[in-house]
Each structure stands twice: as C-alpha cells, then as structure tokens.
C-alpha cells in the first residue's frame, strides 16, 4: 500500500474541456480546415514498387493556374521526418518527393487547383516514364546477395554511409555471459516468431493546411504529435527562419503514433504553397492514408534458458525489423526491442543482434507501443512454454522472474537507464488471478467438442517518457507557460497534443490540485510554436508524467509567486500564508491563518495588481523528468474459440494497470479498453500483407480489407473488468505515471496464450486468423 | 440542378451538380464539418447523418437524391447552447477521446433511441457496429448509450 | 497510373441525373444512353463512381418508381419491389413471418447505415458471389423479374448470376422485383455466414432449407456463397438429403460431401482451404438447424 495524499482535484472524474466542441460536431480537426482563396492539392503516387523516373511530363496540363511541384523542384536536402534523437541517431534517407520510388503509393508529384475535381484532372495529365526495377517484399529476403539495392546512399549527421544488403542500421549488444548462462539452464527455448504489419486506422487521415505569409514564412495546421518537431523541421528542409513557421495546435483524429514524424503530406504541401503563393491543402484518402504508414512486422528468434527452479539464466534475442522503403526511426527502434525485452524479466547474461532492413514496402513508424506489442507477444509465449517445461505455472513463473522495484530499467533503449521506484506488479498479478480463478483454469488439450475455452494470461509494460538521469540518444524534455488572469483563473499553454487521452485535462487538473482550485478554472489554451515552448512529442506515454511534470514544475512557481505577491499586499510572511477554496465565492483565498482580515483571492490579486501595475503572476520553464518509470499491465483473458470456423471470441477480461495516481478514471479506463481492442485484433485479425505480383498491398489501400474490431467483437461490458494498482510514482506530478502504451503492450501475449489453452496449438506467426486456426488444427488431426 | 433540402431545421435551396456527394456539399458549401470523411467507402460510419429521420451515409448519398427531403447532422443536436441527451451521456461516460468518430456515433445512437428507447446491450452493439472507433474500444460508448437511453425514458 | 490515383472524395466525372416515375420511363433512359447505370441505395455504385472503376454519362435514380417500392404478400409467395431497402425488409414483419431465411439473410448485410441505403435489388445486381441477399433469393427459388425495352421477362434466382459482377441483366433491363415462394409449414431454414469481424464480407455463407416429413427430408436446398463466382446450390448435397431421414450420421457425410464438392478460391478475405474446411461445419450447423425448425414446425 502506498501513502498517498488526499486529492481535491485528481481522481475525479471530469469533463473535458474540449468535449462540448467535440459532442457537437464544432471542433475542427486539421481536415475540416479550409481558407478563402485555398487551392485544393493531389498527389502522384508511384505505381511500382521500384523504379527511376526517368521524366516528367507537365506540359499536358491544360489549365493554367494550376501549380504543379516535381522532385526537381523541391529542396534535395536528405532528412529524417521524425526528430525524437539526437543527430547521431537519426539516420537521413527521405525527401519531399522523390525520383526513386521504393514502394507502390510513394509520391512522386503533386498539383494543386482551385477544386478538387481540377486538381484531379492535372494529376491524369502528368506523364511520367519510369524505369523499373525488381523490389523485394520480405526482410530476410531482402539481404539476399544481388538483391536490387533499395537505397545506395544515406545520411547519418553529417556523413554520407553506404548501404549494404539493404541493411538500413544494426545495433548489436551483449551484457554477461550469455554462452556460460546458457550452460547453466535446465532447460532452454528457442523459438522463431514473425508479427504482422498493422496499420493505424486512426479515424483522420493524414491531412495538412498550409497559408504562406506574406513575411515569406508559413503558417500550419497538420495532424501531428509534435508542433515542435514540425517546425524543426521545416526549417531544415526548406531554410525558412524558424520564427516565420507557425505550427498551430488542431485537434488530430486519433494517431497511435502515426505522427510522431512530421507526415509526408506536410512538407509537399509547404512546397506547393510557397510556389502557388496561397494557401493549399492536402488531405489523403482512405487508400492513399493506407498507403502511407504502418506499424514495423518483427522476425524473431529468441532464446531463453532457465535452471530447474524457474529462475532465467540466459537470453539471445535476434530481431530482423522490417522497416519498408524508408526510415522513420528504425535506429532508435533497434535499441528499444531489446530495451524492451530485457526490462521485462531479470536476465542474468542476455545478448542482442538487431537488424532494420529495407524493402519495397509502405513506411514503418511506431504504432501504439513503439516495438513493445510485438517482442511482449514473443516473450510471453515463450514464458509460457518455458514454465511448462520447468514445470512450474506459468504465473508463479512470472513472479520469480519480473523486473520491479529497484531494479534497473532501460526499456527505452541501452543509452535510457533508470531504476524503477513504484512497482504494481505484484498486486496486478496477485488480483488477477484472484478474479480469473487463475490456477483452475482449464488444462490445455483437454478440451473436446466445437467450441473450446481458454484463459491466457499476458504482463508487460510501457516507459512512461524516455527520461533517465543523463542525456542519452533520446530527446525528451517538454515545457509549459502558467499565468494567473484578471478573474482568478488561469491560461495553461503547452505545445503538448492531447490524442484524445485525456492528456492536457489531466494536465491543467494537476495544475488545479497544486494551485488548489478547481480543474474548470484551469483554460487549456490552444497554442502554437510562437507561443508555446519546446516540447518535443506527444509519444512514449509521456503525456501526463512528462508533460504534467512541467504543468507542475509552472504551477509551483506560480504558487510561489502568488504567496510572495499576496505577502506584500497582505503584510504577512509568503511562507507562512495558506491556501483554500471557497466555495460561496468560487474563489481561491490566500490567507494567514488566524489573522482576520489578511486574506485575498486570486481574483482580487490579480486585479489589485494590474491595477497597482505590479504585472502578471506567470512562469514558463521547461522541464526534464528524471527517470522513465514503466507503468505496468496485465491483463487475464478468456476465449472461446469456435473450431468449426476458426473464430475467436474474447469471452471475459480482467485487466490490471499500474498507473500510480489515477487522475482521469473513466478516461484512464477508456485507455485500457481501447488498447485491448487494439491488442485483440492485432492478435486475430490485422496485417497489412502484399501482392507479389503487383507489388501491391493486398488490399490496394481499402479499408473494406483492413478490418478493425466492430462493437460487436469485443467483450460485453460486465465482462470486462479494470482496475488500478494502489502505487504512487515518487518521480511523477503528484505520484502520476502513464498509461497510453502499457494498455496495449501485453495484450497479444494474453490472447495467444488464451488460444493455446483452449486448443493445445502454439501460433509463431500473428495473426492468428481464422484461417490459421483451422489450418494448425487440421494439421494436428493428421498428426494425431 | 436546384435542390431544396431542410438540414438542422433550416429549408435551404442549392444549385448543385448531379455528381455532389451530401458530405461534400454539408463540409464545403455550409462549413458543417461535423459529419467526417473517413474512409468514403461506408466503411466506418464517420459521416453518418439523419436522412428523413434514418441514419445514412453522407460520403455515399448524392445531393439531388436529398431533393425534398430532411437531413439532420450533429450540428443539429441540442438546443442553442443546452446539450442533447446523448452528448451530455457521451461526455460523462468518458465515450470520447479524439472525437473523431463522435459524430457519426452519436447521430447512430439518435436513430437508435428513437427507434428503440429501451435497447438491450446487444442491441447497442450491433446497430453501432457500423461505426468504427479506434479508441475507445466501444465500451465508454456503449456505456453512453445505455445512460442517454435512461435520460430520454 | 496508380489506380488509388483516381480515388477520390468526390465523384469527379460528371454525369447527368434522371429520376424516372415508372420502370417504363427508367428503361426508356436506359434504351437511350447506353452505359446509363441505375441507381439505387448506392452503396456499390457510388463508391465505384469515386475510384473511377465506373464512369456513367447517365444515372438513372430508380428510388422514385412507386412500384419498385413494394412488399406484398400474395399468399404463397412474397413480392418484393428491387428498390425496397434493406432494412425494410428486415423490419417488414411480412418477410420475417413468411421468409425467415430472407429476413435472416438481409440482417447479415452490412450496418444499419447501409441497410438503411441498400436495396434488395443492388444486393442482387452488384452479383457478388459474397451477397448475402442474393443466397437467400437462391436458397428460396424466387423468380427475378426484368423489365426491358421489349416488356418483362422473369429469369430464376439462381440462373441470374454469371459471375462475378456479372448477371443476365442487358445494359437497358432493369430488375423490378422479386417473387419469392413462401416455404411451406413444415420447412425449416438456416443462414450462417463468417467473416473476419462482425461488419464484412462474407468469406463464406451457407444457406439451407429443408422440408420435412417428420425427419425425413422431402426436399432441400444447400446454397454457398463465396465459394464460387456466383452464389451456388450443391446438387449433390441435396441430393444426399432428398428422400432421407435424418441422422447425424447423415448430417455430417452432407457436410463432408459439401467440404468436397466446392472449388473456392484463396482471396484476402480466406483461403481456399479455409473454406472447404469451414464449410463442412457450417453444413452440419446449418443442416441440423433446419432440420430441427422443419421437424417442430410440423
């Protein structure tokens, strides 16, 4: 049990404050934008996975006013479109567009035109001639000998590096003796593992509003994660002074870190914008949104070796990341899996061999988890055919083996060390198999008839931020203005995005429980890059724990200030002066204790000090957090799966977080539940596979092909069960840690060892489709 | 072609094209960006609207087929400044996160209510299951739901 | 040029609307512009008018023709109009009291939202081999009639379809309807269909209908869709019913003699395999449901 402090303000539930704009059809997200005097832009997208354009043809547009943009005539500065890494981690390869198409939708051109419908029509003038090259689909295939180079040359800080068998980056690691640790096992595992390749489906597509200015900057509305980021960047692709680029703060129609990089509609935009001199926007189809991003598909093949107690002796872990044409963040990603994979369970010796390979493929970016769903999907499988082999349950297992309070943490990566100072785990796993009747499940293989049932239990994490005590490779530090108005209430103002978590009304009622009045007097401003801050993503659940810690670090001096500015006017000593609310006058009151007559309210501070010409109570700072404490999940499922048709339903969930201070529970909640649906049709349903033949995806962008859970796949409310560990985060705003990614992390292991339960089948490969279900079952009865 | 069509309770006349999508002319033409493009396909439900009282799809729906007829759009919810039942459910219910979607659902549910004031959770499910949140996990909304059903009993 | 290239939020090709009152006027549009497409909820048509994969000079809206609009019971069979919407259908107490399998058949298409667009008759003139409607008319032997520029002519269900997309209907017919016999009493149906999540096409569907002397089968019907370019009924399957009493013995070598006798093919919905291997269960299920309805209806 932790000891926490009573709240005022946290762990109630509230209204957000952008609800009503959003209830109401009124909010406007980047692709509802639109000016006087827009033009509308399209963009080319390449048909072959792998060519040369040897010329574009722009003659055959017949319409003179529209602007057309070739990969000649935009800037041919190389870059990174995601900046979360210092120089010498971020390796360059893309462009604005490009000569060279590496995959089937990457763009090569673009209109814009005073309609849609004729900026479609310049598009079909386009004639382009293409040389083409063979592409590769597959990862390992792809660092075949003579295979068709997808990039020659690419960019790493200032140096130019030759790439070899496609090989984008590697990162290699030992720590102890992994050879010795194997030969202290009982017992070792090694099994081969492939994920799928997800796509978002975050419900906005990718889309962007460009005004150019008449001081030769831009202004810009994009879905992003990072304002901040985006203006980094634009300046370095386009040279603009960086107080010229405005990137303003909209609303963005889910994400799930489909933009932690600036997309790559935002740039072509720019271009078009600052050729057309007016404003352009640009805003994707489904199919082209399709064609854009996805999550990595990871190639496994792991190793673990435990004695005959049930303690882990060793691990080997290699890992072939599948990062498709270009890379978004393959290097930092290398180091992740395998920050991931040895944070979870205490490896005495553990050695690493990663490797990011090129192919003809749609983009990967992190997607909810960054790395963390599919290496937890891994080890938990393989958790839990370790147990079976020593023999003992697979829970107990866990237990022996987690990673928790007080030890070492680097979950995001080798260069992210910190140690781990609250820990739910216990309690998670204690609870669960309490509610789950855990230990008298059924026993694989025992099952007959149609429909077989299982439970699977699955554990994990996700960093809340990427921060540690020293500077690493990872950039992670984020900033917020607080100031007092005339009426009592304040302005927050942060460059930081809010997905739709809850993350900025979690913010300003951290800032209301420190400047103890409540979460309504708190205005979330919606700023941009001129006003705001560095902050430098939205991502790495650091919303709350990061971004509330700055929220918090203002609101102390703030606090500090309002009692120095109100000992003056009182005549009373700053420290010695008290706070509360009064309810009657919905006013906060600074007081000395005691003393009649020595009180004032925010309200009539702010105004006696305008009035005095004293100035305005505000801080801004910036804010680095010490550490990047997991918070820690688990979740117990049970299935039922139909061995007629392959299908599997979720039947009953119990899930577990480890959060520290809840601040919004239904919206803390909603995290869970969103990331069990996420995790469940990662498990059974989504990928994103090719045609060979046309180079293709499969689906050809529709979205009909790319299922996602309905309401109707998922588990009726009275089965499904949250709750929250009791921990508090002594790092955190006031014990908070996050929650985004952690809700998602564990889920597949869960799902899968729930399949294995009721069927008594292993799957190394997701998803586990219907079809697959089938098939392994049918190999068993032939088998048998 | 000219075209007369109420929408939110306003009769409004357009000259239109035959090949304008209802989306299209609700999003460019009156700025009512609450219905969204989000697949165009009648996939995921973003664009859902009321047409003559019945949920259908703006991205699939032609403007002249609207032709004396009532549309209804998330715009037209609630009164002047007071919430409809169902949004003050959705907000409570925490049945929002990036909101995306909201719309489309929350004018599902209208035509749910109306057609079945008292649903069963099955029932929820399964005529919301058109439209797609990626957030959520359906289970904050169908909580709203089931709420903004007991707040118009 | 990549085809996604051509997607695109609006419908950009444009295109002349007609919104006829009679099937007579609709087929005379028809006549005249020929590529003319009739338009109906728009659920298939509109979405391929925005990726370009049908480009029409000429829409003809069919939603205006009255007599399009019918349900009728004429006693021993169901008339419906090709333009009654889905979701009429499935609300039509008529269709649910006469034609459960029908009724069954429609809730499975789509959302509310599309069966609140779709019609009948797009179900049956888009002829996927998937349409769950299409099975239905099928599995029930109903007449599709067809209006055409020399008067009407009435084709069966089952030979309408010739394969993917592909129907009997010329470039100026027009379906105007459907007749569907009503099952008699002691008749037990079932529909079942898979799909990946509960909003797709179907990777496979099976539609049965048996009636039945006690637990003999007097007569039966086995339809799969997705299992072959049009919805087909297994004439070998029902002939290992025909004259039968049922046993679940003899469920399941029906259900295997289904699992053989189809000839799917591997798409991204599922695999051939998976197919044939599900259709033998979904058999048994859907046998043994009819089979149960036909005997307790008696």
Redesign the interface.
């Known amino acids: 049990m932790s000891s926490k402090p009573a709240f005022k303000v946290l762990g109630r539930d509230t209204q957000r404050q952008d609800g009503v704009a959003k209830v109401t059809g009124r909010e406007k997200f980047a692709s509802d934008l639109s000016l006087p005097n827009m033009l509308h832009a399209r963009v080319l997208k390449s048909p072959y996975a792998h060519a040369k354009v040897k010329r574009i043809d722009v003659s055959a547009i017949s319409d003179p006013t529209v602007v057309t943009l070739t990969p000649d005539e935009v800037p041919d500065a190389r870059f990174c479109p995601r900046l979360m890494s210092t120089p010498e981690a971020t390796y360059k390869d893309w462009t604005v567009l490009t000569s060279k198409p590496r995959y089937v939708g990457e763009t090569i051109a673009a209109v814009a035109a005073e309609s849609e419908e004729a900026a479609q029509r310049a598009l079909e003038s386009l004639v382009v001639e293409y040389e083409e090259f063979t592409a590769v689909f597959d990862a390992l295939g792809s660092m075949e000998p003579g295979v068709e180079p997808i990039h020659d040359y690419i960019e790493l800080d200032e140096e130019t590096l030759k790439v070899e068998s496609n090989i984008a980056c590697h990162l290699e690691i030992e720590e102890g003796d992994t050879e010795e640790g194997f030969r202290q096992a009982d017992h070792v595992v090694e099994r081969t593992y492939r994920t799928n390749r997800r796509y978002h489906t975050q419900l906005e597509t990718k889309s962007v509003l460009v005004r150019p200015e008449p001081n030769g900057g831009v202004t810009v509305w994009s879905t992003t994660q990072t304002l901040h980021n985006t203006r980094i960047l634009l300046h370095e692709i386009f040279g603009i002074p960086m107080g010229k680029i405005r990137v303003m703060k909209v609303p963005i129609g889910g994400s799930f870190g489909s933009s932690i990089q600036v997309n790559p509609v935002v740039p072509i935009a720019v271009a078009l914008a600052l050729k057309a001199r007016r404003p352009v926007k640009l805003s994707y189809t489904r199919e082209e949104d399709l064609h854009d991003h996805c999550s990595y598909q990871m190639i496994f093949k792991l190793k673990l070796g435990a004695d005959r107690e049930g303690k882990l002796t060793a691990g080997h872990l290699d890992a072939w990341l599948d990062i498709g044409a270009h890379q978004i963040q393959a290097y930092p990603l290398l180091g992740c899996v395998v920050g991931w994979w040895v944070s979870l369970y205490k490896l005495p010796a553990k050695s690493y061999v990663g490797k990011a390979v090129y192919t003809n493929k749609v983009p990967s970016c992190a997607f909810r988890g960054y790395g963390n769903p599919q290496i937890t999907w891994a080890v938990e499988t393989l958790m839990d055919e370790l147990a079976e082999k020593v023999g003992v349950d697979p829970l107990d297992f866990r237990f022996m083996n987690y990673i928790g309070e007080g030890d070492l943490f680097w979950g995001q990566g080798p260069s992210v060390k910190s140690v781990i100072h609250s820990c739910g785990v216990e309690e998670i796993l204690t609870k669960g198999a309490e509610m789950s009747d855990w230990y008298n499940r059924p026993r694989a293989e025992t099952q007959t008839g149609r429909h077989r049932r299982g439970w699977g239990m699955g554990r994990g994490y996700h960093t809340s931020s990427a921060g540690a005590p020293v500077p690493g490779t990872v950039i992670d530090f984020g900033g917020a203005m607080l100031k007092l108005n005339e009426d009592g209430t304040f302005d927050y103002v942060s460059a930081l995005m809010d997905h739709g978590g809850g993350t900025l009304d979690a913010n300003a009622k951290i800032i209301a429980e420190e400047l103890e009045i409540p979460h309504h007097k708190v205005n979330i401003v919606r700023a941009d890059t001129g006003t705001t801050v560095y902050d430098v993503c939205t991502h790495a659940s650091r919303g709350i724990y990061s971004g509330g810690g700055a929220a918090l670090k203002v609101a102390a001096q703030v606090k500090q200030k309002i009692r120095e500015q109100a000992g003056n006017l009182l005549d009373a000593y700053p420290n010695a002066l008290k706070f509360r609310y009064d309810q009657q006058r919905e006013q906060a009151v600074v007081y000395a204790e005691g003393i009649e007559g020595r009180e004032i309210t925010y309200k009539e501070l702010a105004y006696t000090m305008r009035n005095k010409n004293l100035g305005t109570i505000a801080a801004v700072d910036s804010y680095r957090q010490p550490s990047c404490p997991p918070h820690f999940t688990g979740y117990f499922i049970e299935v039922d799966v139909d061995t007629w048709t392959g299908k599997v339903r979720p039947l009953r969930v119990i899930a577990g977080a480890d959060i520290g201070t809840v601040i919004n529970p239904k919206l803390a909640k909603g995290q869970i539940h969103g990331g069990l649906a996420q995790g469940w049709s990662m498990t059974v349903n989504e990928d994103t596979p090719y045609d060979p033949t046309s180079g293709d995806l499969w689906n050809r962008g529709f979205i009909s092909d790319y299922k996602v859970p309905t309401s109707m796949d998922l588990p009726s409310l009275e089965a499904f069960t949250v709750f929250f560990a009791d921990t508090y985060e002594p790092t955190g705003p006031f014990g908070a840690k996050g929650i985004g990614e952690g809700a998602l992390n564990p889920v597949a292991g869960a799902v899968a060892n729930a399949i294995q339960n009721a069927l008594g089948v292993r799957f190394y490969e997701l998803p586990i489709t219907k079809d697959r279900i089938l098939e392994a079952l049918k190999r068993k009865e032939v088998e048998a | 072609m000219k075209i007369d069509v109420t929408i939110n309770g306003r009769e409004r006349s357009f000259d239109v094209p035959p090949n304008t999508l209802l989306l299209n002319l609700l999003r460019e033409r009156l700025d009512l960006t609450g219905s969204k493009y989000g697949c165009g396909i009648g996939e995921c439900g973003a664009c859902t609207l009321l047409l003559d009282g019945e949920p259908v799809l703006g991205c699939m729906t032609l403007a002249v087929d609207c032709d004396g007829r009532t549309v209804e759009t998330i715009e037209g919810l609630g009164d002047g400044d007071g919430l409809h039942p169902i949004q003050e459910a959705y907000l409570e219910e925490g049945a929002v996160q990036c909101g995306f979607c909201t719309p489309g659902f929350i004018m599902t549910t209208k035509a749910l209510l109306e057609e079945e004031p008292n649903p069963s959770e099955a029932e929820i499910r399964e005529y919301l299951k058109g439209n797609v949140c990626r957030c959520t996990g359906y289970v904050n909304i169908v909580a709203a739901v089931q709420s903004a059903a007991g707040k118009m009993r | ?17 007609h ?1 006829p009152a009679t099937v007579r006027a609709a087929v005379e549009i028809l006549r005249k512009h020929p590529g003319a497409k009739p ?1 109906a909820g ?2 298939d048509l ?2 391929k ?2 990726q370009r994969l049908l480009e029409p000079k000429h ?1 003809v ?1 069919l ?1 205006k023709i009255p007599e399009l609009s019918v349900v009728e019971d004429r006693g021993d069979a169901v008339y419906i109009g090709a333009a009654v919407r889905l ?1 009429e259908i499935e609300k039509s107490e008529t269709i649910r009291r006469r034609l459960p399998l029908l009724s069954s058949c429609v809730r499975s298409i ?5 069966r ?2 779709g019609t009948l008759g797009g179900n049956v003139c888009n002829a996927s081999p998937a349409a769950d409607g299409a099975l239905g008319l099928v599995a029930l032997e109903a007449t599709v009639h067809i209006a055409g520029p020399g008067g009407e002519r009435q084709v069966e269900a089952k030979s309408f379809f010739e394969g993917p997309g592909l129907t009997v209907l010329g470039e100026d017919e027009l379906v105007t309807g459907f007749t569907v016999p009503v099952p008699t009493e002691d008749t037990g149906t079932c529909f079942i269909s ?1 799909g ?6 179907s ?1 496979i569907s099976i539609a049965v209908a048996l009636t039945m002397d006690g637990d003999r089968v007097k007569d039966a019907k086995v339809v799969l869709g997705s299992v072959a370019p049009t919805p087909i009924r297994l004439a070998d399957a029902e002939k290992q019913l025909k004259g039968k009493t049922l046993t679940e013995k003899l469920v399941e070598d029906t259900a295997m003699k289904v699992s053989e006798s189809i000839k799917p093919i591997t798409d ?4 051939a ?2 197919r044939r ?2 259709s ?3 058999a ?2 859907a046998i043994t449901k009819a089979w149960r309805e036909g005997r307790t209806q008696r």
């Open positions: 040029m990549n085809p996604i290239n051509k997607h695109n939020t609006h419908i950009v090709m444009p295109f002349e609307y919104q338009l728009g659920t509109v979405p008018m925005k829409v809206n939603k979701r789509g959302s509310v939202q599309i609140n667009m898979v990946r999540t509960a909003l797709d096409i990777t991204i919905r599922g695999t395999e998976y291997e599900a033998r269960g979904m048994v299920e």
